[in-house]
């Protein structure tokens, strides 16, 4: 069954905007705008700060159009491609987020890698659904407001992959295309009416970008969260974690 966590409960939820954060964020940052990590790339820490990453792979699902590839760039801080095409493959973005555990006081930086794949993509080729899925932490449905069938797709797909090796995974629902309220195929009683039903956290973006973080602090938390709240409960653990062989730690790669 799905959980459904209070924002904060396990972390601090506007540790982004405290002075305490700013060396950490700075990590992620370039003249005030996101860094651009590759796969192999990492924030690096002073040599006497030893901060943990916990590794997860997302899975962004949904079908063409709903702007699964706007979200992967707009969660990294990257640029919005102005023109839609379709995804030919799959696509790997690699996010890093610090956040603090609140109980603790513990930081850690989350390294959230994200797997695009065009819907034609899968359809052609049976390989990629299955890469996309293999060791998967979390998956994220999106939907578009100007897309009646995406939304009413929801459903079979997120039951669809509660019957996968997947099933342990984290769900979170975004709701794309929110700031075109004059072209609007889905309503926002509907969406809470569907959050109600299906115990699972739903976010609503829009197309316009800023350079703050403040636009990706509320879902980049609540996915962290609940990734960190699943691997406690997977320990049979209520708080932190000891360092584990996914994890490891930024000072070592100084």
């Not at 075109?180 to 739903?202: A, I, K, N, Y």
Request: charged content about 20%; some cysteine; proline content about 5%.
């Amino acid at each position: 069954m799905a959980v459904m966590l209070d924002p904060g409960s396990l972390i601090v939820a506007d540790w982004h905007r405290s002075l305490e954060s700013k060396d950490f964020f700075g990590r992620i940052l370039f003249k005030k705008r996101r860094r651009h990590f590759g796969l192999l790339e990492a924030p690096v820490m002073p040599p006497n700060v030893a901060v943990d990453t916990a590794h997860y792979k997302v899975f962004l699902s949904g079908k063409s159009g709903v702007g699964k590839t706007a979200l992967a760039a707009r969660l990294a801080g990257l640029n919005i491609p102005k023109l839609h095409y379709e995804t030919t493959g799959i696509e790997a973005t690699v996010i890093y987020w610090p956040v603090k555990l609140r109980e603790s006081g513990r930081v850690l930086f989350f390294r959230l890698q994200l797997f695009d794949c065009g819907e034609n993509a899968l359809r052609r080729f049976d390989h990629l659904l299955p890469s996309c899925k293999e060791q998967v932490d979390a998956i994220l449905f999106l939907f578009s407001f100007t897309d009646r069938a995406s939304f009413d797709d929801l459903t079979n797909q997120i039951a669809k992959s509660r019957s996968e090796p997947s099933d342990r995974a984290v769900r979170l629902v975004v709701g794309t295309k929110f700031d075109l309220f004059m072209h609007t195929d889905v309503t926002q009683s509907e969406v809470g009416s569907f959050q109600e039903v299906l115990g699972l956290p739903v976010f609503c973006v829009g197309g316009e970008v800023s350079d703050g973080l403040d636009e990706v602090a509320p879902l980049l938390n609540c996915l962290a969260e609940h990734l960190w709240h699943q691997d406690c409960v997977a320990a049979s653990k209520t708080t932190t974690l000891p360092l584990q062989p996914g994890m490891t730690s930024m000072s070592s790669m100084n």
